[in-house]
C-alpha cells in the first residue's frame, strides 16, 4: 500500500478557513510554522497571484515560505495581505 502525501494546501478550501488555521497558529506562537502555514495558504490560493496581488516576486514568495526561512517582517506583511488577512493583537492577560 502505497501513502499519499498530505498536503495541507487541499484541506484550505475558502478564506474562512484559512483565516481560522493562520489564527491557531498564531495561538501557538510557533513563528516556523507561522511561515509553514502561510505557505499552506499561498499555495491554496495560487502563488502567482499572491506575487501579482503583493509586488513580490514568485521565486521571492517560494524563498520566504520555504521551510527554515527568516523573511523579513515586510515581506510576510506584504503575502498576509495578499491573501486579504490581516493579523491583529489582542491583551492574553486582562486584569481582575
Do not use: C, W
Amino acid at each position: 500500500m502505497k501513502l499519499i502525501p498530505f498536503d495541507m494546501s487541499l484541506e484550505l478550501e475558502d478564506e474562512a478557513m484559512q483565516a481560522e488555521y493562520l489564527n491557531q497558529v498564531l495561538a501557538d506562537g510557533d513563528s516556523e510554522e507561522f511561515i509553514r502555514a502561510l505557505g499552506h495558504i499561498a499555495k491554496a490560493r495560487g502563488i502567482a497571484q499572491i506575487a501579482k496581488d503583493s509586488g513580490l516576486g514568485r521565486e521571492s514568495i517560494y524563498k520566504s515560505l520555504r521551510e527554515g526561512a527568516k523573511p523579513r517582517m515586510d515581506t510576510v506583511m506584504k503575502i498576509v495581505a495578499a491573501l486579504g488577512l490581516s493579523l491583529q493583537t489582542r491583551p492574553t492577560h486582562i486584569p481582575s
